[in-house]
């Protein structure tokens, strides 16, 4: 992989060396910049694309983090996500590209219709579309689109539509190779969601995040037609029930991703059938469904291919529950557990012994636990991100223990865990070397402490350093010198924005470091 620090354009190729050659750059001129000897074989067949170059130069100087992806001579893919200056004219000029199979445009919101309409015509390989967030866009202009491409295979329109209209269903029926739709935040209807069952038979993506609208009825239309379906979103949908959910289970067996956050009419009923009939399934997001408890957990542990899972807010559950997930699904890498507030140390030593490949751990606000919980959390050898925000009985024995045997530890998360004092993160300093994101927010740690931490972990990139009682204007000032040229975030409380030396905050932002304030 070759990188020419190009910043607005990512090219794909195939040169004679090479089956796929990734360039960079940030400035046209650069492209005529040789690194070595063995480049000018690549460069020979980097200008065979220069055409593609000067198509997107032409739509504008300031396009930025847009991407080009090229295999052989030929345009498949072309990004230009949240690339503000793209307007409607642009389209016109991408519509001549022949060979283009993947457009994504997400947040581009200077196009409408009028551009969509141009692409009705053009580019006759066209298989993928995402106009998410494209907040000029209406059912008109997509109808356009969806009329020139009958071969599509992914449509993505969220939070662009207010409501998909009549004729857009209507058009909908000539998909017939649709394989991914997602319409998050968009008004639908039974009768989409029964269009979408009978004419699309191919389906195995439907995301329908925040959709108002969506209903029991809507949903047995759906999978009647679409057993197919392998990841559905349904967060947000609270007019889901039981009802709905086991219909699915029992419809779609194959079904690998399930998101049912905030539907909060679902219950251990539902649950049962997706531990018994959808035993692929490998992420579940329950977040804030009140309705499980326990039991559901139970049926839930046959699904032992699990490896996410989602039960934030689920106030119900308990260590129990938890144990019989955690000796049931091995395959367990991240588990959210955030406010689930009779969980404690017994939960977690369930997850120690059966949980080994648990990477990623969220147990913010679960004050049962305790250093001894933490002791159990230390066997988790392949553990890189851990939240544990508010542990008010978790004290410096306990975040030793972690640092001492989690050498992966990267992402560390305690804010509020105020019965840490300086021995816990002197600890984390010569411990936890590999750790890259830290927050600190509301932590009893000292001026001397935090700068040995600040120049002592040599791999982080972000801190959050809020609230730090204990820490003088000094400092904190000594602390962000001993980072300095290292760390690309530091978020800091506004008081001490006119109290920190301006020639530290000077060199923070000329070494392209992001200083934010809370």
Known sequence: MIHFGFDFSVFTLSPLSLLKTVISVSHYSTMCRLVNERDREIEKQRWMMVTGVILLLKLGAHHRQGAITYFGNHLILYSLSFVLMVTSKSLRSIASLLNLEVLVMVG???????????????????????????????????????????????????????????????????????????????????????????????????????????????????????????????????????????????????LVCLRLESCDMVTENCIYHLGSSCLLLEELDLTDCSGINDIALKYLSGCSELVRLKLGLCTNISNIGLSQIAYNCRKMAELDLYRCVYIGDDGLAALASGCKKLMKLNVSYCNRITDKGMEYLSHLGELSELEMRGLSNVTSIGIKAVALSCKRLADLDLKHCEKIDDSGFWALAFYSQNLRQINLSNCNVSDVVLCLMMGNLKRLQDAKLVHLFKVTVKGMELALRACCGRIKKVKLHSSLRFLISSEILDTFQAQGCKVRWD
């Open 108 to 254: 581009c919101s200077l196009v409408d219709d009028v551009g969509l309409r141009y692409l009705e015509n053009g580019c006759p390989l066209l298989k993928t579309i995402d106009v998410s967030r494209c907040n000029c866009i209406s059912s008109s202009g997509l109808i356009s689109l969806v009329s020139g491409h009958v071969d599509l295979v992914q449509i993505a329109a969220g939070y662009c539509l207010s409501e998909l209209s009549g004729p857009l269903v209507h058009c909908l029926k000539n998909l017939e190779q649709l394989s991914v739709i997602r319409i998050d935040g968009v008004q639908v209807s039974d009768f989409f969601l029964q269009t979408i069952g009978k004419n699309c038979k191919f389906i195995v993506e439907l995301g329908l995040s925040k959709c108002i609208g969506v209903t029991n009825m809507g949903i047995l239309h759906l999978v009647s037609g679409c057993g197919s379906l392998k990841i559905l979103d349904l967060t947000c949908c609270r007019s889901i029930t039981d009802a709905a959910i086991s219909t699915i289970a029992d419809t779609c067996p194959d």
